[in-house]
């Protein structure tokens, strides 16, 4: 089935330096969601992507969306501490309405 | 908007006996999905509902555990004669669903019970 693959799977950087992840499909997505998940918490709904090519952001977070619909990224510009957390993608699979989740790629942020 | 609810928080069984553990979602969503996730790993999906029916069940899942969200509203999830490998947070989530189509619903998800089965 399809599946969606996430690296790094962790990310450590220094307070003020940029971070991405990405996220990859073999098959063509028809959307792809983000999720942030905070240590101990639960996943929160970032933003979904439908477009190709579609670039969204929301103040130092900017997603992306492959031409190909194939592969999507989140990058965060001068991260904070309040960054910290997993970030996941999830997308549809196939033709059911099931939500697939990556393994996500875990941030750490020294301060 | 109360958000998703979930109960217990935290359950500790004995292997071999029986949990269920329940979700109210926020209330005018027609969806409810579980899902379990384990340390490192993105949560997996176990079934959803649309409004009472049960539309899809994960192929992972087996016999031992069954759904269920009678009136559309809370919906509850058991597990029979547990097993150690059972151990892991179930998450509960929730969307308004009104077309299909290339756009998602996102899901909004309860604090998760973690069960710990000794």
């Known amino acids: 089935g399809q599946q969606v693959m996430q690296i790094p799977q962790y990310q450590h950087v220094q307070e003020g330096e940029d971070f991405t992840t990405y996220c990859n499909s073999s098959?063509?997505?028809?959307?792809i969601q983000w999720y942030k998940q905070r240590p101990g918490g639960h996943p929160v709904f970032l933003i979904q992507?439908?477009?190709?090519?579609e670039v969204k952001k929301q103040k130092r977070l900017t997603f992306q969306f492959g031409e190909a619909k194939k592969n999507s990224s989140l990058h965060i510009t001068a991260t904070q501490t309040t960054d910290v957390g997993t970030y996941f993608c999830?997308?549809?699979?196939?033709?059911?309405?099931?939500?697939?989740f990556g393994k996500g790629t875990k941030l750490t942020v020294n301060p | 908007d109360t958000g998703v609810s979930q109960d217990p928080r935290h359950k500790i069984t004995k292997r071999g006996q029986n949990v269920t553990f329940r979700c109210d979602p926020i209330?005018?969503?027609?969806?409810l999905y579980w899902y379990r996730q384990t340390l490192g790993q993105g949560p997996e999906f176990l079934t959803y509902?649309?409004?009472?029916?049960?539309?899809?069940k994960s192929r992972l899942l087996s016999d031992r555990f069954s759904a269920e969200r009678p009136k559309g509203s809370f919906s509850t999830l058991e597990i029979q004669r547990t097993e150690q490998g059972d151990s892991a947070m179930y998450l509960c989530?929730?969307?308004?669903?009104?077309?299909?189509?290339?756009?998602?619903?996102?899901?909004?998800f309860g604090n998760g019970t973690r069960l710990t089965v000794t």
């Open positions: 209330s005018e969503h027609n969806r």
């Open positions: 992507l439908v477009k190709s090519g």
């Open positions: 999830a997308s549809r699979q196939g033709g059911s309405e099931k939500l697939v």
């Open positions: 509902f649309q409004n009472e029916a049960q539309l899809e």
């Open positions: 098959t063509t997505l028809s959307n």
């Open positions: 989530a929730s969307s308004l669903t009104r077309s299909t189509g290339n756009v998602n619903s996102p899901l909004h």
